[in-house]
């Protein structure tokens, strides 16, 4: 009876450490993702709006609170919005930070999404970061310019 439980446990954490090892292979090692600079996800650029700055900071304000985000601070003068994003299954915290810009007659949005734990985040800031885009252009019905 204790030689099964104790195998079962043992095959358990085998399996857990091919797991790891084969999501190396799919998702790079880090927790810290930036919109145009990040080289493990080149294609993962700033989002260019042509709208005006005051409805693109509003917009993104917005965008952050629907995704469920606790917004823990704005500044528009700045164009920073800092939140705190919260994995679903084990209720990690990830500190998400937007940043818009003027961009001539329209306005620039960064995005970081950093994980507060582990070295790896399994691809969680990197679809988090392409959702909120996805989420922020539909927002303001028009496709974004990459820069």
Do not use: C
């Amino acid at each position: 009876m204790v030689r099964t439980v104790l195998r079962r446990i043992g095959l358990l954490v085998a399996a857990l450490v091919v797991a790891r090892v084969l999501a190396a292979f799919v998702w790079p090692t880090i927790n810290d993702v930036k919109t145009g600079e990040t080289p493990q996800y080149a294609d993962l650029q700033p989002q260019r709006f042509a709208q005006a700055y005051d409805r693109v900071f509003d917009a993104a304000l917005a965008t952050a609170q629907a995704q469920g985000w606790d917004v823990t601070g704005t500044d528009r003068d700045r164009g920073a919005i800092a939140a705190v994003a919260t994995t679903r299954v084990f209720r990690f915290k990830d500190d998400v930070a937007i940043t818009v810009n003027h961009d001539g007659e329209g306005a620039l949005v960064n995005v970081r999404s950093h994980s507060r734990i582990g070295k790896g985040d399994l691809g969680t800031n990197t679809r988090r970061i392409r959702r909120f885009q996805a989420d922020l252009a539909s927002r303001l019905g028009a496709a974004p310019n990459p820069t």
